[in-house]
């Protein structure tokens, strides 16, 4: 098993930047692909960005391309989103989910074990 424990998450204006962390334990060695996924208010869970354990490959969602950077060291165990520019409709709870499979995936399936998520309010 793996645990996922974000944090970072925190009330930040329009413009401004943060970065959130995401603390992976247990069996961390099995660990492929990882992700953050967004939960906006009133609506559905969407992907953010993934990428391999190699992080030799990313994907961004539209949304958040130029203004989001995804990271992970391995050796910390660890995986980061530099959030840069940020804009009130990047408000929502923000998980971080990893997979065992090396391929990056776009959907909640691909995705084998999830943090408890860490909320992100964008004040305009």
């Known amino acids: 098993q793996v645990q996922l424990v974000e944090s970072g998450g925190r009330l930040v204006q329009a413009g401004g930047s943060l970065r959130l962390s995401c603390a992976a334990s247990?069996?961390?060695?099995?660990?492929?692909?990882m992700a953050w996924f967004r939960q906006a208010p009133g609506k559905g869970r969407e992907i953010v960005t993934t990428i391999r354990r190699s992080a030799a490959s990313t994907y961004y969602a539209d949304s958040v391309k130029g203004r989001f950077t995804i990271s992970r060291d391995n050796a910390e165990n660890t995986l980061y989103l530099q959030m840069n520019m940020v804009k009130p409709e990047d408000t929502a709870v923000y998980y971080c989910?990893?997979?065992?499979?090396?391929?990056?995936?776009?959907?909640?399936?691909?995705?084998?074990?999830w943090g408890q998520g860490t909320q992100v309010t964008v004040s305009s």
């Open positions: 247990g069996r961390t060695s099995g660990i492929g692909a």
């Open positions: 989910a990893a997979s065992v499979s090396a391929i990056i995936g776009t959907r909640e399936s691909e995705y084998n074990y």
